[in-house]
Structures are given as C-alpha cells and as structure tokens.
C-alpha cells in the first residue's frame, strides 16, 4: 500500500518514526520533506503555496494517508489534506484517535 503522511511539519520526529515503521511493514511511503515548523526555516507565501499543492499529488498517488496527530494536534492544513483525502476515496488512519474536528490549537502553516 502507498500512503502519504500528513500532519504538522512541527513532528519531525514522529514523522519519520512511523515512515520507518511503515516501510518496514512493506508500504511505500511519501511525506512532506520540509519541515519548516520544526527547522524553524520561514516560508514564501508562494513556497506554502507549491509545497501544498506537492502534498494534494502525493496523496492522490496514495492509496491512503496517514495523520499524525500527536499529542491530538490537527491544524486547519491537515483538515484541508484529510477532506482532499476522503473527496478521493483514500483510506484514513490516524496516529490517535482523533476527538473532533475542533482539535485545532492554533493556527498550522503547512510544511
């Protein structure tokens, strides 16, 4: 199975974590490869722009995409990434059980 990871570029760590785990289960992986949040590297609104629409093509070459939502973290990107995903028929796991659609803390620039 190929699925993309989605989440706040903030979980580095947690990113390629569970991008290990998963290859080692046999799945092809595909994650954001700019962690801006986490590298503390600011972003031009056109470079958001571009690596947002990079993302929508990773998941659309996913047969899944995987949330990592840590700590229950899910910004108001990754909500847009989870509703592409679902208007695409893509299957949704999640890293935890996501309470509500109003988990967002605070406003999450995309990677």
């Not at 580095?12 to 962690?35: C, N, R, S, Y």
Request: aromatic content about 10%; some cysteine; charged content about 30%.
């Amino acid at each position: 199975m190929t699925i993309t990871l989605c989440g706040s570029t903030r979980f580095k760590d947690t990113f390629f974590q569970i991008a290990e785990e998963l290859t080692l289960a046999g799945h092809i992986v595909l994650m954001p490869l700019v962690f801006h949040h986490a590298d503390n590297r600011e972003l031009t609104a056109k470079q958001k722009i571009q690596l947002d629409n990079l993302h929508k093509q990773k998941i659309d070459m996913s047969d899944a995409i995987y949330v990592v939502n840590q700590d229950g973290y899910i910004g108001e990107s990754t909500f847009g990434e989870i509703d592409w995903a679902e208007r695409n028929n893509k299957q949704i796991f999640f890293l935890e059980t996501p309470v509500s659609e109003d988990t967002t803390t605070d406003e999450e620039e995309k990677e």
